[in-house]
């Protein structure tokens, strides 16, 4: 994991979660998260948040150890919070 670096007063984590981003759910988006509930036994509500991230997010955020495990397993840039 990066450094942590101060913006405007809080950490780089803090700043990603003052700005959320919006995804279209895309008929890939559902079939790439479908393969995932297989593939890690997770559930669609995870997977879809990390089919959602692979289409061009830098980093992905979640305070679920299992979820951010998962996230990692598939090349992602993962910061587990809290």
């Known amino acids: ?37 297989f593939k890690h036994h997770v559930y669609v509500a995870d997977t879809l948040q990390i089919a959602s991230a692979k289409k061009g997010f830098d980093e992905f955020a979640t305070a679920d150890r299992k979820l951010a495990e998962v996230a990692k397993a598939e090349k992602l840039t993962t910061v587990l919070i809290g």
């Open 1 to 37: 994991m990066r450094g942590h670096s101060k913006h405007r007063g809080h950490s780089r984590h803090e700043a990603m979660l003052e700005s959320p981003k919006l995804v279209n759910i895309t008929s890939d988006i559902v079939l790439e998260s479908i393969k995932l509930v």
